[in-house]
Nanobody, 118 residues
Framework: QVQLQESGPGLVKPSQTLSLTCTVYGGSITSSYWSWIRQPPGKALEWMGAMWFGGRTYYSPSLKSRTSISGDTSKSLFTLQLSSVTPEDTAVYYC????????????WGQGTQVTVSS
């Protein structure tokens, strides 16, 4: 059974960088894509990007200039950094395993609320 757990600050100030960590329990972290997905209040889920350990990363075109996803196999975790945040980046952020292929998650974390506010 694969479990994912997001962690990071719940409040970020505008113009700062949002940093989140997803720790993976169970399964092999090197055999799937791993992604970040967010849901702003009242809006649909938004796929932000994904990585394959030892391979490529993929980003949503609308967020590519501000997003970085990286990982540490020794610690079974991967991270999200989103720079120059604004209040529009306020959302519940989820990490996920894309076991069905890129853009197709099969396991999700519980999500973590991040609010961008001064």
């Amino acid at each position: 059974q694969v479990q994912l757990q997001e962690s990071g600050p719940g409040l970020v100030k505008p113009s700062q960088t949002l940093s989140l960590t997803c720790t993976v329990y169970g399964g092999s972290i090197t055999s799937s894509y791993w992604s970040w997905i967010r849901q702003p209040p009242g809006k649909a889920l938004e796929w932000m990007g994904a990585m394959w350990f030892g391979g490529r990363t993929y980003y949503s075109p609308s967020l590519k200039s501000r997003t970085s996803i990286s990982g540490d196999t020794s610690k079974s975790l991967f991270t999200l950094q989103l720079s120059s945040v604004t209040p529009e980046d306020t959302a519940v952020y989820y990490c996920a395993r894309e076991g069905y292929g890129l853009g197709r998650p099969d396991y999700w974390g519980q999500g973590t609320q991040v609010t961008v506010s001064s």
